[in-house]
């Protein structure tokens, strides 16, 4: 099954510029999504739930959009520390594959 | 502290072997999830449990075999049936089933098979 779906990048992003990222989901009844962080050769980490409403952490952002299902994440002034893949998950814990970020000096 | 452990962090088998990874609780979560996952893939979903003595394949389940005599264990058995065993073992635990709350994932264990 590919419930959920996301590029994999690589996404090169300059330190202090803003990336964005998508993860398609094809189950619409589904309510629950989250992203987590997860760094290199470690286990994933929840980075911030997401609500209807969409929902927001300091540099974080994330939204959720049910008419063409998917959710996006958002990072802004991007840091050195950002560096890291990115997943994502709907109900029934399937995750996507993950998107990679490498933020540059 | 709370958390979900994971033992050992590396394991070593040969080829053939069955081997038992272990997965421990302490959050009273009633739903464990096991996953794998290979170099530069998102992870898999090989079984999961939402409550004590029940649990459900993935869908990667072929060359596995799970319990869950107790809410706070989970062991995954990787049998000699398993063609391609080498690989990061996940194993996260969460407080509903069914993906509705965040999971949450011990350190991993990752297993070699030579």
């Known amino acids: 099954r590919k419930e959920v779906e996301q590029d994999p990048g690589p996404f090169n992003v300059p330190e202090g510029a803003t990336v964005a990222f998508n993860c398609t989901y094809s189950?619409?009844?589904?309510?629950?999504f989250f992203w987590y962080r997860q760094d290199c050769r470690k286990e994933p980490k929840l980075l911030m739930s997401?609500?209807?409403s969409g929902n927001e952490d300091g540099r974080f952002t994330a939204q959720l959009n049910r008419a063409s299902q998917y959710i996006s994440l958002l990072i802004r002034d991007s840091k050195l520390s950002d560096s890291a893949t990115y997943l994502c998950?709907?109900?029934?814990?399937?995750f996507g594959k993950g998107n990679q970020v490498v933020v540059i000096p | 502290d709370g958390g979900i452990t994971q033992s050992p962090k590396y394991l070593f088998r040969k080829e053939g072997q069955n081997v038992t990874l272990s997965c421990e609780q302490n959050?009273?979560?009633?739903?464990m999830y096991w996953y794998r996952q290979d170099p530069g893939q998102g992870l898999r979903l090989i079984y999961y449990?939402?409550?004590?003595?029940?649990?459900q394949k993935g869908d990667i389940a072929e060359g596995y075999s799970v319990s869950r005599e107790k809410k706070e264990s989970f062991p995954l058995t990787v049998t000699s049936a398993q063609k391609n065993p080498t690989a990061f073992y996940l194993c996260?635990?969460?407080?509903?089933?069914?993906?509705?709350?965040?999971?949450?994932f011990g350190q991993g264990t990752r297993l070699t098979v030579v």
């Open positions: 996260a635990s969460s407080i509903t089933p069914a993906g509705k709350t965040e999971a949450f």
């Open positions: 189950n619409s009844a589904s309510q629950s």
């Open positions: 997401v609500y209807s």
């Open positions: 998950v709907g109900e029934g814990l399937a």
């Open positions: 959050l009273n979560h009633d739903a």
């Open positions: 449990s939402q409550i004590v003595n029940d649990f």
